[in-house]
Nanobody
Framework: QVQLVESGGGLVQAGGSLRLSCAAS????????MGWFRQAPGKEREFVAA????????AYTDSVKGRFTISRDNAKNTAYLQMNSLKPEDTAVYYC??????????????????WGQGTQVTVSS
């Protein structure tokens, strides 16, 4: 079965950096869009970033553009989210998810079928 396991979350001061990883198994990883979403307490889960199956097309929500970078290593079945210049408002549980097959990046969470368990990111001011 498809499994997505996030890691790399933690507590960081504002202005700091973290790199999240998403290790995938049970699927042909290189065929699928991969996305990162986040959910803060009391808020809906929101799109953060996505990358297409071959890694040459990315999409970001406006609030993270220029600070976050999504990437993937298809040989390692792993997706990454490099987060720089972190702000307290970035505090949330971050989830990776599997999107459509052989597609450009997608920002609609209804197009993502499989989700990881999430990793907590806390940014202190």
């Amino acid at each position: 079965q498809v499994q997505l396991v996030e890691s790399g979350g933690g507590l960081v001061q504002a202005g700091g950096s973290l790199r999240l990883s998403c290790a995938a198994s049970g699927l042909t990883f290189s065929n699928y869009v991969m996305g990162w979403f986040r959910q803060a307490p009391g808020k809906e889960r929101e799109f953060v970033a996505a990358i297409n199956w071959i890694g040459d097309n990315t999409a970001y929500t406006d609030s993270v553009k220029g600070r976050f970078t999504i990437s993937r290593d298809n040989a390692k079945n792993t997706a990454y989210l490099q987060m720089n210049s972190l702000k307290p408002e970035d505090t949330a549980v971050y989830y990776c998810a599997r999107g459509p097959m052989l597609s450009m990046s997608r920002n609609d969470k209804t197009e993502y079928r499989y989700w990881g368990q999430g990793t907590q990111v806390t940014v202190s001011s």
